[in-house]
């Protein structure tokens, strides 16, 4: 066994590391708990982002369809005009 001393800066020691570890410990769970916290912002982000890309899809194919029906309307117009010019020569 060493002196009074030794045994008392041994346990202050002992303390101090105790205290470090415990620090390091409380700076891993908020670095934990803080990237966790980024993981669901970044997912929200992406599901966003999809739901985006999804409703512009949506848009892109509605314009197509309603494009068809625009050119199927014209293409009735000039018919019905030829006819309308038909019936005027009778």
């Known amino acids: 066994g060493g ?7 041994a346990g202050g020691a002992a303390d101090a590391q105790a205290r470090f570890g ?3 410990k409380g700076l891993l769970t908020e670095k934990v708990t803080s990237c966790g916290t980024d993981v ?7 599901l966003k982002g999809s739901r985006s890309a999804e409703l512009l ?6 314009m197509v369809m309603q494009e068809d029906a625009i050119l199927h309307s014209e293409d009735s117009l ?3 005009a ?6 005027q020569y009778q």
Request: net charge positive; proline share 0%.
């Open 3 to 9: 002196t009074r001393r030794d045994k008392m800066a």
């Open 22 to 24: 415990h620090s390091v």
């Open 40 to 46: 669901i912002a970044l997912t929200k982000q992406v």
């Open 57 to 62: 899809g949506q848009a892109a194919r509605n």
């Open 78 to 80: 000039r018919k019905m």
């Open 82 to 87: 030829i006819i309308t010019t038909h019936l």
